[in-house]
């Protein structure tokens, strides 16, 4: 009877064995082929990509990968989101790299896409309570990024800026990096006796823009993400914003030159290059061992006013913005 046990925990064991095997295996590459890993993120051409292409770019040399970024659309749906990603892994993708469309269940479509190939996700998390996300993640830290902008806010006023009233524009309300940036940015102006008079959303949306124009008078717009920004500095710019000085999140060539030309009053520019080179460093290192787990993590951001635009020490993210 003890010899009959051995033998079945023996065969059990190798059986065990040969079932990692075969999954090692089938995760090793011939020599001569590149992994590839498949970019899904909304309007993939606009600048605002460009710092995060570029270092998707430099990461995809440096480590063999065969890089591709879907061409997509303004707006992105979490059905067409996840029609983009089933077919890039039907024409090859061994992983893909999604900014979450905003959906109820998009976290639950990703992790089930995840069965398949591994999935890392950038800018922010699929659910709006990010602490809990099923998935990894590499983004900025929107709190702190909203934190920022209150301060720079109060640091331009001496801190005072009791009964001064704000909008806020932001290209969502339901995503993680707006949740979390507007938490910052309220908590950092907590006790001040500003008054949030308004919050505009999802201005990239055909004939939305004419919103943020017809807000009535504020002293101050803040914008949360770079879209948001811009649309705010062009406005701005064509004086249609009733006078109030903008601060905003960004990291586009506009964003920039709105900057430059005086119609925005201070940047927050999240490391987009960093965003892009460790979300493909982590994938890189998932195909390479299968029971590596890609991590979370977090890029660090830089504020910058128009007098140290074009600093020796924001030559860098110049650069990568134009790219």
Excluded at 72 to 80: I, V
Excluded at 137 to 155: R, S, T
Excluded at 196 to 221: M, R
Excluded at 260 to 288: H, M, R, W
Aim: net charge negative; glycine share 8%.
């Amino acid at each position: 009877m003890n010899s009959k046990k051995i033998f079945f925990i023996i065969e059990f064991v190798l059986a065990v064995l040969v079932i990692i095997l075969a999954l090692m295996m089938l995760q090793e590459k011939n020599g001569n082929d590149l992994s590839r890993v498949s970019v899904v993120v909304p309007d993939s051409d606009h600048t605002q990509w460009t710092a995060l292409r570029y270092g998707l770019k430099m990461a995809a040399e440096d480590l063999g990968i065969d890089l591709f970024v879907v061409s997509t659309g303004n707006t992105l749906s979490a059905p067409e989101q996840m029609e983009l990603i089933q077919n890039e892994i039907e024409h090859g993708a061994d992983a893909v790299i999604v900014q979450p469309a905003i959906g109820e269940y998009t976290e639950e479509l990703l992790k089930k896409v995840e069965s398949r190939v591994p999935v890392m996700l950038v800018e922010y998390a699929a659910s709006k309570a990010g602490e809990s996300s099923l998935l990894p993640v590499v983004k900025p830290d929107h709190y702190a990024m909203g934190n920022a902008l209150a301060e720079e806010i109060l640091d331009d006023y001496n801190g005072n800026i009791k009964g001064r009233t704000i909008g806020i524009v932001t290209e969502s309300l339901e995503s993680e990096a707006a949740a979390r940036c507007r938490k910052g940015f309220e908590d950092g102006l907590k006790g001040t006796g500003a008054d949030l008079s308004w919050v505009v959303s999802g201005l990239q949306q055909e004939n939305k823009e004419k919103q943020l124009k017809k807000q009535h008078k504020v002293n101050i717009i803040a914008a949360f993400d770079d879209r948001s920004l811009t649309v705010a500095g062009k406005y701005s710019a064509a004086n249609d914003l009733h006078g109030a000085f903008v601060y905003g999140i960004g990291h586009s060539t506009e964003a920039a030159y709105y900057l430059d030309t005086g119609s925005i009053e201070c940047l927050v520019v999240p490391d987009e290059f960093n965003i892009g080179y460790q979300s493909l460093t982590q994938t890189a290192k998932k195909l390479g061992a299968y029971f590596y787990e890609m991590e979370n993590q977090t890029v660090s951001y830089t504020v910058i006013r128009r007098d140290e635009l074009f600093s020796p020490k924001n030559q860098e993210i110049l650069f990568t913005m134009s790219q």
